[in-house]
DNA sequence: TTTTGTATTATGTTATACATATAAAGATAT
DNA sequence: ATATCTTTATATGTATAACATAATACAAAA
Protein backbone atom coordinates (compact mmCIF):
# COMPACT_ATOMS: atom_id res chain seq x y z
CA UNK A 1 0.00 0.00 0.00
CA UNK A 2 1.63 3.53 -1.02
CA UNK A 3 1.01 6.26 1.01
CA UNK A 4 0.19 9.27 -0.59
CA UNK A 5 -0.34 12.37 1.05
CA UNK A 6 -1.28 14.59 -1.57
CA UNK A 7 -4.82 13.96 -1.56
CA UNK A 8 -6.08 13.95 1.36
CA UNK A 9 -6.55 18.26 2.02
CA UNK A 10 -6.22 19.68 4.96
CA UNK A 11 -9.74 20.87 7.17
CA UNK A 12 -10.37 23.93 6.90
CA UNK A 13 -8.89 25.89 9.58
CA UNK A 14 -10.80 28.84 9.77
CA UNK A 15 -11.38 31.29 12.47
CA UNK A 16 -14.82 32.36 12.55
CA UNK A 17 -14.23 36.09 12.13
CA UNK A 18 -12.84 34.50 8.38
CA UNK A 19 -16.19 32.63 7.96
CA UNK A 20 -18.52 36.12 8.77
CA UNK A 21 -16.28 37.44 6.69
CA UNK A 22 -17.08 35.43 3.73
CA UNK A 23 -20.71 35.45 4.61
CA UNK A 24 -20.88 39.22 4.51
CA UNK A 25 -18.87 39.43 1.20
CA UNK A 26 -21.54 37.21 -0.17
CA UNK A 27 -24.51 38.78 1.41
CA UNK A 28 -23.17 42.55 -0.34
CA UNK A 29 -22.67 40.38 -3.66
CA UNK A 30 -26.31 38.25 -3.48
CA UNK A 31 -28.50 41.82 -2.54
CA UNK A 32 -26.13 43.31 -5.33
CA UNK A 33 -25.05 46.27 -2.75
CA UNK A 34 -23.85 49.11 -4.26
CA UNK A 35 -21.70 52.21 -2.96
CA UNK A 36 -23.80 54.18 -0.44
CA UNK A 37 -25.92 51.50 0.40
CA UNK A 38 -26.61 51.24 3.99
CA UNK A 39 -26.13 47.69 5.51
CA UNK A 40 -28.21 46.24 8.55
CA UNK A 41 -26.59 47.02 11.93
CA UNK A 42 -24.46 44.90 13.69
CA UNK A 43 -26.40 43.12 16.30
CA UNK A 44 -28.69 42.17 13.81
CA UNK A 45 -25.97 40.43 11.39
CA UNK A 46 -24.96 38.63 15.05
CA UNK A 47 -28.26 37.32 15.35
CA UNK A 48 -29.04 35.97 11.83
CA UNK A 49 -25.35 34.46 11.61
CA UNK A 50 -25.76 33.19 15.23
CA UNK A 51 -22.41 35.09 16.50
CA UNK A 52 -21.65 37.03 19.25
CA UNK A 53 -21.21 41.33 18.33
CA UNK A 54 -17.67 40.99 19.01
CA UNK A 55 -17.22 38.34 15.90
CA UNK A 56 -19.22 40.69 13.51
CA UNK A 57 -17.54 43.75 14.99
CA UNK A 58 -13.98 42.46 14.13
CA UNK A 59 -15.38 41.04 10.77
CA UNK A 60 -17.01 44.62 9.93
CA UNK A 61 -13.67 46.19 11.48
CA UNK A 62 -11.51 44.42 8.68
CA UNK A 63 -14.24 45.88 5.79
CA UNK A 64 -13.35 49.27 7.48
CA UNK A 65 -9.93 49.16 7.17
CA UNK A 66 -9.92 48.09 3.20
CA UNK A 67 -12.30 50.65 2.76
CA UNK A 68 -15.08 48.94 1.66
CA UNK A 69 -17.69 50.45 4.55
CA UNK A 70 -17.25 53.31 6.57
CA UNK A 71 -19.38 53.68 10.37
CA UNK A 72 -21.16 56.26 12.10
CA UNK A 73 -22.68 56.69 14.80
CA UNK A 74 -26.37 56.32 15.22
CA UNK A 75 -26.25 56.27 11.82
CA UNK A 76 -25.09 52.72 10.94
CA UNK A 77 -22.58 51.51 8.28
CA UNK A 78 -22.58 52.43 4.33
CA UNK A 79 -20.86 50.88 1.39
CA UNK A 80 -17.89 53.01 0.59
CA UNK A 81 -15.39 53.35 -2.78
CA UNK A 82 -12.42 51.61 -1.65
CA UNK A 83 -9.32 53.36 -1.74
CA UNK A 84 -7.09 50.86 -3.15
CA UNK A 85 -4.03 52.92 -2.89
CA UNK A 86 -4.20 54.31 0.22
CA UNK A 87 -3.80 50.37 1.66
CA UNK A 88 -0.73 50.32 -0.35
CA UNK A 89 0.18 53.33 1.78
CA UNK A 90 -0.91 52.31 5.20
CA UNK A 91 1.38 49.27 4.35
CA UNK A 92 4.30 51.30 3.84
CA UNK A 93 4.36 53.46 6.58
CA UNK A 94 5.29 50.94 8.40
CA UNK A 95 8.67 50.66 6.82
CA UNK A 96 8.64 46.53 7.06
CA UNK A 97 9.10 46.34 3.13
CA UNK A 98 12.40 44.43 2.32
CA UNK A 99 15.09 44.97 -0.07
CA UNK A 100 13.74 42.76 -2.40
CA UNK A 101 9.78 44.42 -2.30
CA UNK A 102 11.70 47.77 -2.59
CA UNK A 103 13.61 47.31 -5.87
CA UNK A 104 10.62 45.97 -7.22
CA UNK A 105 8.84 48.96 -6.59
CA UNK A 106 11.44 50.82 -7.80
CA UNK A 107 11.37 49.07 -11.21
CA UNK A 108 7.61 49.68 -10.59
CA UNK A 109 8.13 53.18 -11.02
CA UNK A 110 10.48 53.66 -14.12
CA UNK A 111 8.13 51.15 -15.95
CA UNK A 112 5.59 53.59 -15.34
CA UNK A 113 7.67 56.51 -16.70
CA UNK A 114 8.50 54.62 -19.48
CA UNK A 115 4.69 53.36 -20.64
CA UNK A 116 2.94 56.97 -19.88
CA UNK A 117 3.82 58.67 -22.88
CA UNK A 118 0.90 58.15 -25.17
CA UNK A 119 -1.45 59.16 -22.13
CA UNK A 120 0.51 62.28 -21.73
CA UNK A 121 0.21 63.30 -25.13
CA UNK A 122 -2.87 62.54 -25.30
CA UNK A 123 -4.40 64.48 -22.49
CA UNK A 124 -2.26 67.34 -21.68
CA UNK A 125 -3.15 70.50 -21.99
CA UNK A 126 -1.81 74.26 -22.37
CA UNK A 127 -1.67 74.64 -19.10
CA UNK A 128 0.21 72.08 -18.14
CA UNK A 129 2.87 73.05 -21.09
CA UNK A 130 3.00 76.31 -19.00
CA UNK A 131 3.24 74.96 -15.99
CA UNK A 132 6.11 72.45 -16.34
CA UNK A 133 7.82 75.75 -18.52
CA UNK A 134 7.66 77.21 -14.64
CA UNK A 135 8.80 74.24 -13.12
CA UNK A 136 11.78 73.98 -15.73
CA UNK A 137 12.77 77.29 -15.68
CA UNK A 138 12.72 77.55 -11.98
CA UNK A 139 14.75 74.20 -12.27
CA UNK A 140 17.29 75.91 -14.65
CA UNK A 141 17.55 78.95 -12.62
CA UNK A 142 18.58 77.79 -9.39
CA UNK A 143 21.10 75.79 -10.41
CA UNK A 144 22.70 78.52 -12.31
CA UNK A 145 23.21 79.79 -9.51
CA UNK A 146 23.99 77.41 -6.74
CA UNK A 147 25.10 74.56 -9.00
CA UNK A 148 23.23 72.40 -6.36
CA UNK A 149 21.54 69.29 -7.85
CA UNK A 150 17.90 68.91 -5.93
CA UNK A 151 15.82 66.66 -5.64
CA UNK A 152 12.97 69.40 -5.45
CA UNK A 153 13.14 69.44 -9.19
CA UNK A 154 13.17 66.41 -9.83
CA UNK A 155 10.06 65.61 -8.17
CA UNK A 156 8.04 68.69 -9.05
CA UNK A 157 8.67 67.33 -12.50
CA UNK A 158 7.57 64.39 -12.49
CA UNK A 159 5.31 64.92 -10.62
CA UNK A 160 3.62 66.97 -12.61
CA UNK A 161 4.00 64.67 -15.58
CA UNK A 162 2.03 62.32 -13.29
CA UNK A 163 -0.55 65.05 -12.83
CA UNK A 164 -1.04 65.31 -16.76
CA UNK A 165 -1.89 61.73 -16.87
CA UNK A 166 -5.06 62.81 -15.86
CA UNK A 167 -5.56 59.31 -13.78
CA UNK A 168 -5.53 60.15 -10.44
CA UNK A 169 -4.92 56.38 -9.56
CA UNK A 170 -1.38 56.72 -11.07
CA UNK A 171 -0.94 60.27 -9.21
CA UNK A 172 -1.78 59.06 -5.75
CA UNK A 173 0.65 55.80 -7.03
CA UNK A 174 3.43 57.94 -7.18
CA UNK A 175 2.96 60.45 -4.43
CA UNK A 176 3.21 56.90 -2.45
CA UNK A 177 6.08 55.57 -4.71
CA UNK A 178 7.97 58.51 -4.19
CA UNK A 179 9.68 57.99 -0.64
CA UNK A 180 11.06 54.73 -2.21
CA UNK A 181 12.64 56.38 -4.49
CA UNK A 182 13.78 59.26 -2.61
CA UNK A 183 15.53 55.91 -0.31
CA UNK A 184 17.27 54.65 -3.64
CA UNK A 185 18.41 57.38 -4.45
CA UNK A 186 20.08 58.58 -0.91
CA UNK A 187 21.75 54.91 -0.90
CA UNK A 188 23.13 55.65 -4.50
CA UNK A 189 26.45 54.75 -4.49
CA UNK A 190 29.48 57.64 -5.02
CA UNK A 191 30.20 58.79 -8.44
CA UNK A 192 26.78 57.65 -10.04
CA UNK A 193 25.91 61.26 -10.17
CA UNK A 194 29.40 61.03 -13.02
CA UNK A 195 27.06 58.58 -15.20
CA UNK A 196 28.54 58.57 -18.42
CA UNK A 197 25.39 58.17 -20.77
CA UNK A 198 25.53 55.72 -23.42
CA UNK A 199 24.49 58.42 -26.32
CA UNK A 200 27.01 60.85 -24.99
CA UNK A 201 24.53 63.35 -24.35
CA UNK A 202 21.73 63.96 -21.24
CA UNK A 203 18.42 64.58 -21.90
CA UNK A 204 17.42 67.29 -19.48
CA UNK A 205 13.74 68.09 -18.43
CA UNK A 206 13.85 70.88 -20.96
CA UNK A 207 14.56 68.60 -23.42
CA UNK A 208 11.28 66.10 -22.30
CA UNK A 209 9.43 69.11 -22.13
CA UNK A 210 9.74 70.51 -26.30
CA UNK A 211 9.68 67.10 -27.11
CA UNK A 212 6.63 67.28 -25.42
CA UNK A 213 5.54 70.58 -26.86
CA UNK A 214 6.20 69.80 -30.22
CA UNK A 215 7.16 65.86 -31.11
CA UNK A 216 5.20 62.67 -30.47
CA UNK A 217 4.93 59.85 -27.81
CA UNK A 218 6.97 57.84 -29.87
CA UNK A 219 10.56 60.22 -29.38
CA UNK A 220 9.16 60.95 -25.74
CA UNK A 221 9.65 57.28 -24.89
CA UNK A 222 13.14 57.35 -26.24
CA UNK A 223 14.02 60.30 -24.69
CA UNK A 224 12.66 59.48 -21.17
CA UNK A 225 14.53 56.30 -21.62
CA UNK A 226 18.02 58.49 -21.67
CA UNK A 227 16.96 60.28 -18.83
CA UNK A 228 16.28 57.39 -17.24
CA UNK A 229 19.29 55.61 -17.98
CA UNK A 230 21.28 55.95 -14.90
CA UNK A 231 18.72 54.44 -12.75
CA UNK A 232 17.66 52.07 -15.42
CA UNK A 233 21.28 51.08 -15.64
CA UNK A 234 21.86 50.08 -12.27
CA UNK A 235 18.57 48.59 -11.94
CA UNK A 236 19.25 46.00 -14.63
CA UNK A 237 22.41 44.80 -13.17
CA UNK A 238 20.64 43.73 -9.89
CA UNK A 239 20.77 40.08 -9.34
CA UNK A 240 18.13 39.19 -7.57
CA UNK A 241 17.88 36.36 -5.40
CA UNK B 1 -17.68 93.00 17.71
CA UNK B 2 -17.43 90.40 14.43
CA UNK B 3 -17.46 87.27 14.91
CA UNK B 4 -15.04 84.75 13.05
CA UNK B 5 -15.75 81.28 12.74
CA UNK B 6 -12.09 80.99 10.86
CA UNK B 7 -9.57 81.20 13.54
CA UNK B 8 -11.25 78.76 15.86
CA UNK B 9 -9.59 74.87 14.81
CA UNK B 10 -12.05 71.70 15.52
CA UNK B 11 -10.68 69.71 18.41
CA UNK B 12 -9.33 66.55 16.88
CA UNK B 13 -12.07 64.11 17.01
CA UNK B 14 -9.89 60.85 16.73
CA UNK B 15 -11.09 57.24 18.48
CA UNK B 16 -9.60 55.40 20.55
CA UNK B 17 -8.04 52.72 18.41
CA UNK B 18 -7.53 55.71 15.87
CA UNK B 19 -4.92 56.81 18.78
CA UNK B 20 -4.00 53.29 20.22
CA UNK B 21 -3.01 52.63 16.00
CA UNK B 22 -0.75 55.81 16.21
CA UNK B 23 0.97 55.02 19.13
CA UNK B 24 1.43 51.28 18.25
CA UNK B 25 2.99 52.81 14.91
CA UNK B 26 5.45 54.73 17.05
CA UNK B 27 6.35 52.15 19.06
CA UNK B 28 7.04 49.62 16.07
CA UNK B 29 9.22 52.94 15.14
CA UNK B 30 11.32 53.90 18.37
CA UNK B 31 11.86 50.32 19.37
CA UNK B 32 12.91 49.92 15.42
CA UNK B 33 11.65 46.70 15.30
CA UNK B 34 11.72 44.63 12.05
CA UNK B 35 10.41 41.98 10.35
CA UNK B 36 10.65 39.09 12.88
CA UNK B 37 10.00 40.48 16.04
CA UNK B 38 7.65 40.00 18.05
CA UNK B 39 5.80 42.27 20.07
CA UNK B 40 4.06 42.42 23.24
CA UNK B 41 1.28 40.62 24.14
CA UNK B 42 -2.75 42.12 23.97
CA UNK B 43 -3.19 42.81 27.65
CA UNK B 44 0.37 43.97 28.54
CA UNK B 45 -0.42 46.61 25.87
CA UNK B 46 -3.73 47.48 27.22
CA UNK B 47 -2.12 47.69 31.15
CA UNK B 48 0.92 49.88 29.20
CA UNK B 49 -1.79 52.35 27.00
CA UNK B 50 -4.55 52.47 29.73
CA UNK B 51 -7.41 51.09 27.79
CA UNK B 52 -9.39 47.96 27.66
CA UNK B 53 -8.08 45.05 25.43
CA UNK B 54 -10.73 45.27 22.88
CA UNK B 55 -9.58 48.80 21.89
CA UNK B 56 -6.04 46.72 21.73
CA UNK B 57 -7.38 44.48 19.60
CA UNK B 58 -8.89 46.19 17.27
CA UNK B 59 -5.73 48.37 16.78
CA UNK B 60 -4.10 45.21 15.98
CA UNK B 61 -6.29 43.87 13.73
CA UNK B 62 -6.32 47.11 11.80
CA UNK B 63 -2.42 45.90 11.90
CA UNK B 64 -3.20 42.61 10.56
CA UNK B 65 -5.55 43.15 8.17
CA UNK B 66 -2.93 45.41 6.17
CA UNK B 67 -0.57 42.48 6.89
CA UNK B 68 1.74 44.36 8.73
CA UNK B 69 1.44 41.60 11.96
CA UNK B 70 0.76 37.98 12.06
CA UNK B 71 -0.57 36.61 15.25
CA UNK B 72 -1.05 32.93 16.65
CA UNK B 73 -2.34 31.31 19.73
CA UNK B 74 -0.39 30.96 22.64
CA UNK B 75 3.12 32.14 20.88
CA UNK B 76 1.62 36.13 20.55
CA UNK B 77 2.02 38.74 17.62
CA UNK B 78 5.32 39.08 15.28
CA UNK B 79 5.73 41.85 12.64
CA UNK B 80 5.67 40.77 8.91
CA UNK B 81 6.33 41.65 5.83
CA UNK B 82 3.40 43.61 4.24
CA UNK B 83 1.77 42.10 0.99
CA UNK B 84 0.87 45.58 -0.89
CA UNK B 85 -0.66 43.61 -3.65
CA UNK B 86 -3.19 41.71 -1.25
CA UNK B 87 -4.78 44.62 -0.24
CA UNK B 88 -5.34 46.00 -3.39
CA UNK B 89 -7.36 42.57 -4.42
CA UNK B 90 -8.80 42.59 -1.28
CA UNK B 91 -10.44 45.46 -1.94
CA UNK B 92 -11.35 44.60 -5.47
CA UNK B 93 -12.49 41.76 -4.52
CA UNK B 94 -15.76 43.52 -3.21
CA UNK B 95 -16.45 44.95 -6.84
CA UNK B 96 -17.40 48.67 -5.60
CA UNK B 97 -14.77 49.45 -7.68
CA UNK B 98 -16.74 52.37 -9.66
CA UNK B 99 -16.54 53.60 -13.52
CA UNK B 100 -13.58 56.09 -13.02
CA UNK B 101 -11.42 54.11 -11.09
CA UNK B 102 -11.55 51.01 -13.43
CA UNK B 103 -11.11 53.16 -16.16
CA UNK B 104 -7.84 53.83 -14.27
CA UNK B 105 -7.07 50.65 -13.67
CA UNK B 106 -7.29 50.00 -17.04
CA UNK B 107 -4.77 52.51 -18.31
CA UNK B 108 -2.15 51.61 -15.65
CA UNK B 109 -2.27 47.86 -16.84
CA UNK B 110 -1.44 49.68 -20.87
CA UNK B 111 0.85 51.43 -19.42
CA UNK B 112 3.18 49.03 -17.46
CA UNK B 113 2.98 46.58 -20.88
CA UNK B 114 4.68 49.64 -22.78
CA UNK B 115 7.38 50.27 -19.75
CA UNK B 116 8.25 47.17 -18.89
CA UNK B 117 10.30 46.17 -22.26
CA UNK B 118 13.86 46.94 -20.82
CA UNK B 119 13.04 44.86 -18.27
CA UNK B 120 11.70 42.47 -20.47
CA UNK B 121 15.54 42.17 -22.21
CA UNK B 122 17.56 42.50 -19.48
CA UNK B 123 15.74 39.27 -17.68
CA UNK B 124 14.80 37.46 -20.44
CA UNK B 125 16.42 33.99 -20.67
CA UNK B 126 16.48 30.67 -22.85
CA UNK B 127 14.02 28.95 -21.35
CA UNK B 128 11.51 31.95 -21.19
CA UNK B 129 11.35 32.22 -25.13
CA UNK B 130 10.66 28.66 -25.55
CA UNK B 131 7.66 28.59 -23.28
CA UNK B 132 6.28 31.78 -25.20
CA UNK B 133 7.41 30.38 -28.60
CA UNK B 134 5.22 26.81 -26.78
CA UNK B 135 2.46 29.64 -26.56
CA UNK B 136 2.30 31.35 -29.50
CA UNK B 137 2.49 28.23 -31.43
CA UNK B 138 -0.43 26.44 -29.25
CA UNK B 139 -2.53 29.88 -29.85
CA UNK B 140 -1.97 29.75 -33.77
CA UNK B 141 -2.81 26.74 -34.03
CA UNK B 142 -6.15 26.19 -32.05
CA UNK B 143 -6.72 29.46 -33.89
CA UNK B 144 -6.22 27.88 -36.90
CA UNK B 145 -8.81 25.09 -36.40
CA UNK B 146 -11.81 27.27 -34.98
CA UNK B 147 -11.29 30.76 -36.18
CA UNK B 148 -12.09 31.28 -32.48
CA UNK B 149 -10.71 34.36 -30.59
CA UNK B 150 -9.99 33.03 -27.33
CA UNK B 151 -8.59 35.23 -24.19
CA UNK B 152 -7.38 32.42 -23.09
CA UNK B 153 -4.23 32.63 -25.22
CA UNK B 154 -3.89 36.38 -24.75
CA UNK B 155 -3.60 35.86 -21.16
CA UNK B 156 -0.82 33.29 -21.61
CA UNK B 157 0.87 35.45 -24.08
CA UNK B 158 0.65 38.44 -21.66
CA UNK B 159 0.83 36.92 -18.68
CA UNK B 160 3.92 35.26 -19.85
CA UNK B 161 5.49 38.47 -19.93
CA UNK B 162 4.75 39.68 -16.81
CA UNK B 163 6.88 36.56 -15.67
CA UNK B 164 9.82 37.23 -17.47
CA UNK B 165 10.11 41.03 -15.94
CA UNK B 166 11.02 39.07 -12.46
CA UNK B 167 9.78 41.20 -10.66
CA UNK B 168 7.21 39.82 -8.26
CA UNK B 169 5.22 42.63 -7.46
CA UNK B 170 4.62 43.65 -11.32
CA UNK B 171 3.40 39.60 -11.81
CA UNK B 172 0.78 39.71 -9.39
CA UNK B 173 -0.24 43.82 -9.74
CA UNK B 174 -1.07 41.98 -13.16
CA UNK B 175 -2.69 38.69 -12.06
CA UNK B 176 -5.26 40.97 -10.01
CA UNK B 177 -5.89 43.28 -13.03
CA UNK B 178 -6.48 40.73 -15.11
CA UNK B 179 -10.61 40.69 -14.17
CA UNK B 180 -10.56 44.33 -14.33
CA UNK B 181 -8.98 43.83 -17.91
CA UNK B 182 -11.89 41.00 -18.79
CA UNK B 183 -14.33 43.41 -17.50
CA UNK B 184 -13.64 46.14 -19.85
CA UNK B 185 -13.06 44.05 -22.48
CA UNK B 186 -16.20 42.54 -22.20
CA UNK B 187 -18.25 45.68 -22.24
CA UNK B 188 -16.13 46.19 -25.54
CA UNK B 189 -18.54 48.05 -28.45
CA UNK B 190 -18.99 45.63 -31.02
CA UNK B 191 -17.33 46.01 -34.13
CA UNK B 192 -14.27 46.43 -31.97
CA UNK B 193 -12.34 43.66 -33.09
CA UNK B 194 -12.72 44.88 -36.50
CA UNK B 195 -10.36 47.79 -35.72
CA UNK B 196 -8.22 49.13 -37.85
CA UNK B 197 -4.80 49.49 -37.47
CA UNK B 198 -3.27 53.00 -38.12
CA UNK B 199 -0.17 51.65 -40.03
CA UNK B 200 -2.19 49.12 -41.73
CA UNK B 201 -1.13 45.98 -40.01
CA UNK B 202 -1.56 44.20 -36.84
CA UNK B 203 1.28 42.89 -34.62
CA UNK B 204 0.89 39.56 -33.50
CA UNK B 205 2.38 37.96 -30.51
CA UNK B 206 4.19 35.99 -33.06
CA UNK B 207 5.85 39.52 -34.01
CA UNK B 208 6.70 40.07 -30.60
CA UNK B 209 8.31 37.00 -29.83
CA UNK B 210 10.68 37.50 -32.85
CA UNK B 211 11.67 40.97 -31.53
CA UNK B 212 12.12 39.64 -28.54
CA UNK B 213 14.59 37.24 -29.77
CA UNK B 214 16.08 39.37 -32.38
CA UNK B 215 15.29 42.56 -31.64
CA UNK B 216 15.78 45.55 -28.88
CA UNK B 217 13.75 47.62 -26.34
CA UNK B 218 12.68 50.53 -28.31
CA UNK B 219 11.24 48.34 -31.48
CA UNK B 220 9.63 45.80 -28.85
CA UNK B 221 7.93 48.91 -27.24
CA UNK B 222 6.71 49.99 -30.74
CA UNK B 223 6.01 46.51 -32.05
CA UNK B 224 3.94 46.59 -28.46
CA UNK B 225 2.16 49.95 -28.55
CA UNK B 226 0.63 48.85 -31.95
CA UNK B 227 -0.35 45.63 -30.77
CA UNK B 228 -2.53 47.56 -27.96
CA UNK B 229 -3.59 50.31 -30.18
CA UNK B 230 -7.21 49.17 -29.94
CA UNK B 231 -7.06 49.37 -26.44
CA UNK B 232 -5.74 52.58 -26.52
CA UNK B 233 -7.78 54.00 -29.09
CA UNK B 234 -10.59 53.21 -26.55
CA UNK B 235 -9.20 54.68 -24.12
CA UNK B 236 -7.37 57.80 -24.97
CA UNK B 237 -11.06 58.92 -26.60
CA UNK B 238 -12.76 58.84 -22.84
CA UNK B 239 -13.00 62.16 -21.66
CA UNK B 240 -13.18 61.84 -17.67
CA UNK B 241 -15.60 63.55 -15.64
C1' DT C 1 -38.74 80.53 12.14
C1' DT C 2 -34.81 79.65 14.52
C1' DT C 3 -32.67 78.05 18.46
C1' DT C 4 -32.21 75.03 22.28
C1' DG C 5 -33.08 71.12 24.94
C1' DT C 6 -34.17 66.05 25.18
C1' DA C 7 -34.85 61.26 23.94
C1' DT C 8 -33.39 57.73 21.01
C1' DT C 9 -30.32 54.77 18.71
C1' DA C 10 -26.20 52.39 16.66
C1' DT C 11 -21.59 52.40 17.24
C1' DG C 12 -17.66 52.81 20.61
C1' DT C 13 -15.66 51.18 24.93
C1' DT C 14 -15.12 48.54 29.21
C1' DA C 15 -15.12 44.44 31.98
C1' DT C 16 -15.22 39.60 32.74
C1' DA C 17 -15.38 34.92 31.83
C1' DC C 18 -14.57 31.04 29.10
C1' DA C 19 -12.89 28.39 24.67
C1' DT C 20 -9.22 26.92 21.91
C1' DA C 21 -4.99 26.03 19.93
C1' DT C 22 -0.23 25.25 20.75
C1' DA C 23 4.48 25.89 22.47
C1' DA C 24 6.99 24.11 26.04
C1' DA C 25 7.93 21.18 29.55
C1' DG C 26 7.53 16.77 31.57
C1' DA C 27 6.62 11.70 31.46
C1' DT C 28 6.88 7.39 29.14
C1' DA C 29 8.40 4.08 26.07
C1' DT C 30 11.84 2.47 22.60
C1' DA D 1 19.75 8.85 24.70
C1' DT D 2 16.13 9.46 21.38
C1' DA D 3 11.67 9.51 20.09
C1' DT D 4 6.85 9.69 21.15
C1' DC D 5 3.14 10.60 23.91
C1' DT D 6 0.83 13.27 27.74
C1' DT D 7 0.20 17.33 30.43
C1' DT D 8 0.18 22.16 31.40
C1' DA D 9 0.56 26.88 30.91
C1' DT D 10 -0.52 30.75 28.03
C1' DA D 11 -1.94 34.20 24.48
C1' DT D 12 -5.27 34.71 21.28
C1' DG D 13 -10.23 33.85 20.05
C1' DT D 14 -15.16 34.17 21.33
C1' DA D 15 -19.23 35.30 24.20
C1' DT D 16 -22.01 38.20 27.15
C1' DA D 17 -23.54 42.21 29.42
C1' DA D 18 -23.30 46.78 30.62
C1' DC D 19 -22.36 51.55 29.89
C1' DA D 20 -20.40 55.77 27.07
C1' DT D 21 -20.73 58.63 23.21
C1' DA D 22 -22.14 61.05 19.25
C1' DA D 23 -25.54 61.93 15.76
C1' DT D 24 -30.22 62.23 14.62
C1' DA D 25 -35.07 63.35 15.12
C1' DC D 26 -38.30 65.69 17.39
C1' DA D 27 -40.37 68.56 20.87
C1' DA D 28 -40.22 72.85 23.43
C1' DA D 29 -39.05 77.53 23.90
C1' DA D 30 -37.60 82.03 22.24
Redesign the interface.
Known amino acids: MKSNLDNITPLENLSLVDKVEMRL ?1 EY ?2 VNNL ?2 GDSIPKELEFAEALGVSRTVI ?2 AL ?3 R ?4 IESKKRKGMV ?6 VQ ?2 E ?9 E ?2 LI ?2 F ?2 R ?10 LF ?1 RKTEEDIEDLDKIVSKQEKEENDTTFFSLKHEIAFHGKLYEL ?6 KR ?1 QDLLLPVFNYVHDNMPEGAKDFKYSKGEFVTHRDLLNILKNGD ?2 SF ?2 AM ?1 NHLEPH ?1 DRI ?1 HIV ?1 S
Chains 1, 2 share one sequence.
Open positions: KFKKIRELRLTIGVLTQPDINFKAIEYNLLGEADIELLILEMGMADLASNNTTLFAQRERFLK
